[in-house]
């Protein structure tokens, strides 16, 4: 009886222990699950902030970056800017020296015109002349048919091109007319011009406006035939370039 006894308490003895061990377990699952559990959040956590760092580490790159390539395109921009301007300025500075060339050459040929024996010999002859403002002059200047013709071949020698315009825009225009525009040339006004052909100034003034009309010179013929000059000038200084 009393090994009965003994054998019934040794087997509750093993069953208290065995509880004991799987109380004793369960707690270490659950300690080991709340540590694994802990562990993943830790980690979790630590790998958002890392990726935190990462995106704002990644997002100022991006930004150098940006700024970097739009600093690139400002500076590309300003290049071009620089060299259209210094372009510009090239362009400019040539028209400026052709215009000045051109402007002297113009000079230098009208003074070469108006120092022909003739242009200097019909100045010489109006400045003795007292001419008004309003009624000219009652004197007269002697111009003859060879002052005519040697005036004409002056201004073919400087201005070549100079009539052949007159004519091709006015095929009817008159020597006459011809004689007015080549005294236009000389800087002459139309009292002026009224002396040397023994005209009244209204007379001149009449003839200058007809022709005014038919070349659709404007207001100022005078001014429009020295324009020409130039034209000629400049039409005859290209085919020297051009070698038409």
Not at 86 to 96: D, F, M, R, S, T
Not at 142 to 156: G, I
Not at 161 to 187: N, V
Request: proline share 1%; hydrophobic share 35%.
């Amino acid at each position: 009886m009393f090994l009965a006894e003994h054998t019934v308490e040794k087997y509750d003895n093993m069953a208290l222990v065995s509880q004991l061990e799987n109380l004793f377990q369960k707690h270490l699952n659950e300690k080991q699950n709340k540590v694994t559990t802990q562990d993943r959040r830790y980690a979790l956590w630590k790998l958002g902030k890392i990726l935190v760092t990462v995106s704002v580490v990644l997002g100022g790159i991006l930004v150098v970056l940006i700024k970097h390539k739009n600093r690139k395109k400002m500076e590309e921009k300003d290049r071009q800017i620089e060299k259209a301007k210094n372009a510009h300025q090239k362009e400019k500075k040539k028209l400026q020296q052709a215009l000045t060339q051109q402007r002297t050459a113009t000079e230098l040929r009208r003074e070469s015109f108006l120092s022909e024996p003739i242009c200097r010999s019909i100045h010489n002859r109006l400045q003795g002349v007292h001419i008004t403002a309003r009624e000219g002059s009652r004197e007269t200047v002697p111009f003859s048919e060879e002052d005519a013709a040697n005036l004409r071949k002056a201004v073919l020698n400087h201005y070549e091109g100079f009539e052949s315009y007159f004519s091709s825009k006015c095929p009817t225009i008159s020597q006459d007319d011809l004689i007015l525009c080549r005294m236009y040339l000389l800087g002459l006004d139309e009292r002026q011009i009224a002396v040397l052909q023994s005209k009244t100034y209204s007379a001149v003034k009449k003839r200058a406006d007809k022709l005014k009309a038919q070349l659709g010179a404007g207001d100022d013929l005078r001014s429009f035939v020295l324009d020409i000059a130039t034209r000629c000038e400049i039409r005859e200084a290209t085919a020297e370039k051009t070698g038409i």
